[in-house]
T-cell receptor, first 111, second 116 residues
Framework: EDQVTQSPEALRLQEGESSSLNCSYT??????LFWYRQDPGKGPEFLFT???AGEEKEKERLKATLTKKESFLHITAPKPEDSATYLC????????????FGKGITLSVRP | NAGVTQTPKFRVLKTGQSMTLLCAQD?????MYWYRQDPGMGLRLIHY???????AKGEVPDGYNVSRLKKQNFLLGLESAAPSQTSVYFC???????????????FGPGTRLTVT
């Protein structure tokens, strides 16, 4: 059974204080690992897809990395507008394979 | 281009009542999904569809039915609502691109359902 564990559950940062969010996973053949951002009362918004160990992707202050067992979402010099819940999900290989989501990490950035 | 839209945004039902949630997408996506999101839990897949006229069960299908009569619409039905179905429901869609390793899903804004 595919599993995704995200840590910590919640993270409070001061504006400008860089940190990382962790996503540990077990999957029977990784097809893709996805990061989403979710604002309160809204649907998840796609951020990144990572396909293989060693891959990295960046978008503004966010950088996602992938190893064979975990992914990190690094946030550099965060701003209050980065406050949100960040979701990680994995898709196993195979036809019509579905996403398995973690519980999310709630990030709060104080000005 | 509205993306994925959901109707209604909020609903309160009494135990035993029925209702249908509507999801519509204008991106011509083949695949569509229904999830529920509960506090302290990840998004859980209820049902999904890989094309017009097809449906399949996800992780938590009991108490729900779905239909995909048109490619752009995916309906989620609750025949006899129960308090355990109080949740936020999200619809998503994607287009599986041949040859690509993975494909992102695009989510709607959600429907907040309370069953009393």
């Amino acid at each position: 059974e595919d599993q995704v564990t995200q840590s910590p559950e919640a993270l409070r940062l001061q504006e400008g204080e860089s940190s990382s969010l962790n996503c540990s996973y077990t999957v029977s053949g990784l097809r893709g690992l996805f990061w989403y951002r979710q604002d309160p009362g809204k649907g998840p918004e796609f951020l990144f897809t990572l396909y293989s160990a060693g891959e990295e992707k960046e978008k503004e202050r966010l950088k996602a990395t992938l190893t064979k067992k975990e992914s990190f979402l690094h946030i550099t010099a965060p701003k209050p507008e980065d406050s949100a819940t960040y979701l990680c999900a994995v898709q196993a290989s195979g036809a019509n394979s579905k996403l398995t989501f973690g519980k999310g990490i709630t990030l709060s950035v104080r000005p | 281009n509205a993306g994925v839209t959901q109707t209604p945004k909020f609903r309160v039902l009494k135990t035993g009542q029925s209702m249908t949630l509507l999801c519509a997408q204008d991106m011509n996506h083949e695949y569509m999904y229904w999830y529920r999101q509960d506090p302290g839990m990840g998004l859980r897949l209820i049902h999904y569809s890989v094309g017009e006229g097809t449906t399949a069960k996800g992780e938590v299908p009991d108490g729900y039915n779905v239909s995909r009569l048109k490619k752009q619409n995916f309906l989620l039905g609750l025949e006899s609502a129960a308090p355990s179905q109080t949740s936020v429901y999200f619809c998503a869609s994607k287009d599986p691109i041949p040859g690509l390793a993975g494909e992102e899903q695009y989510f709607g804004p959600g429907t907040r359902l309370t069953v009393t």
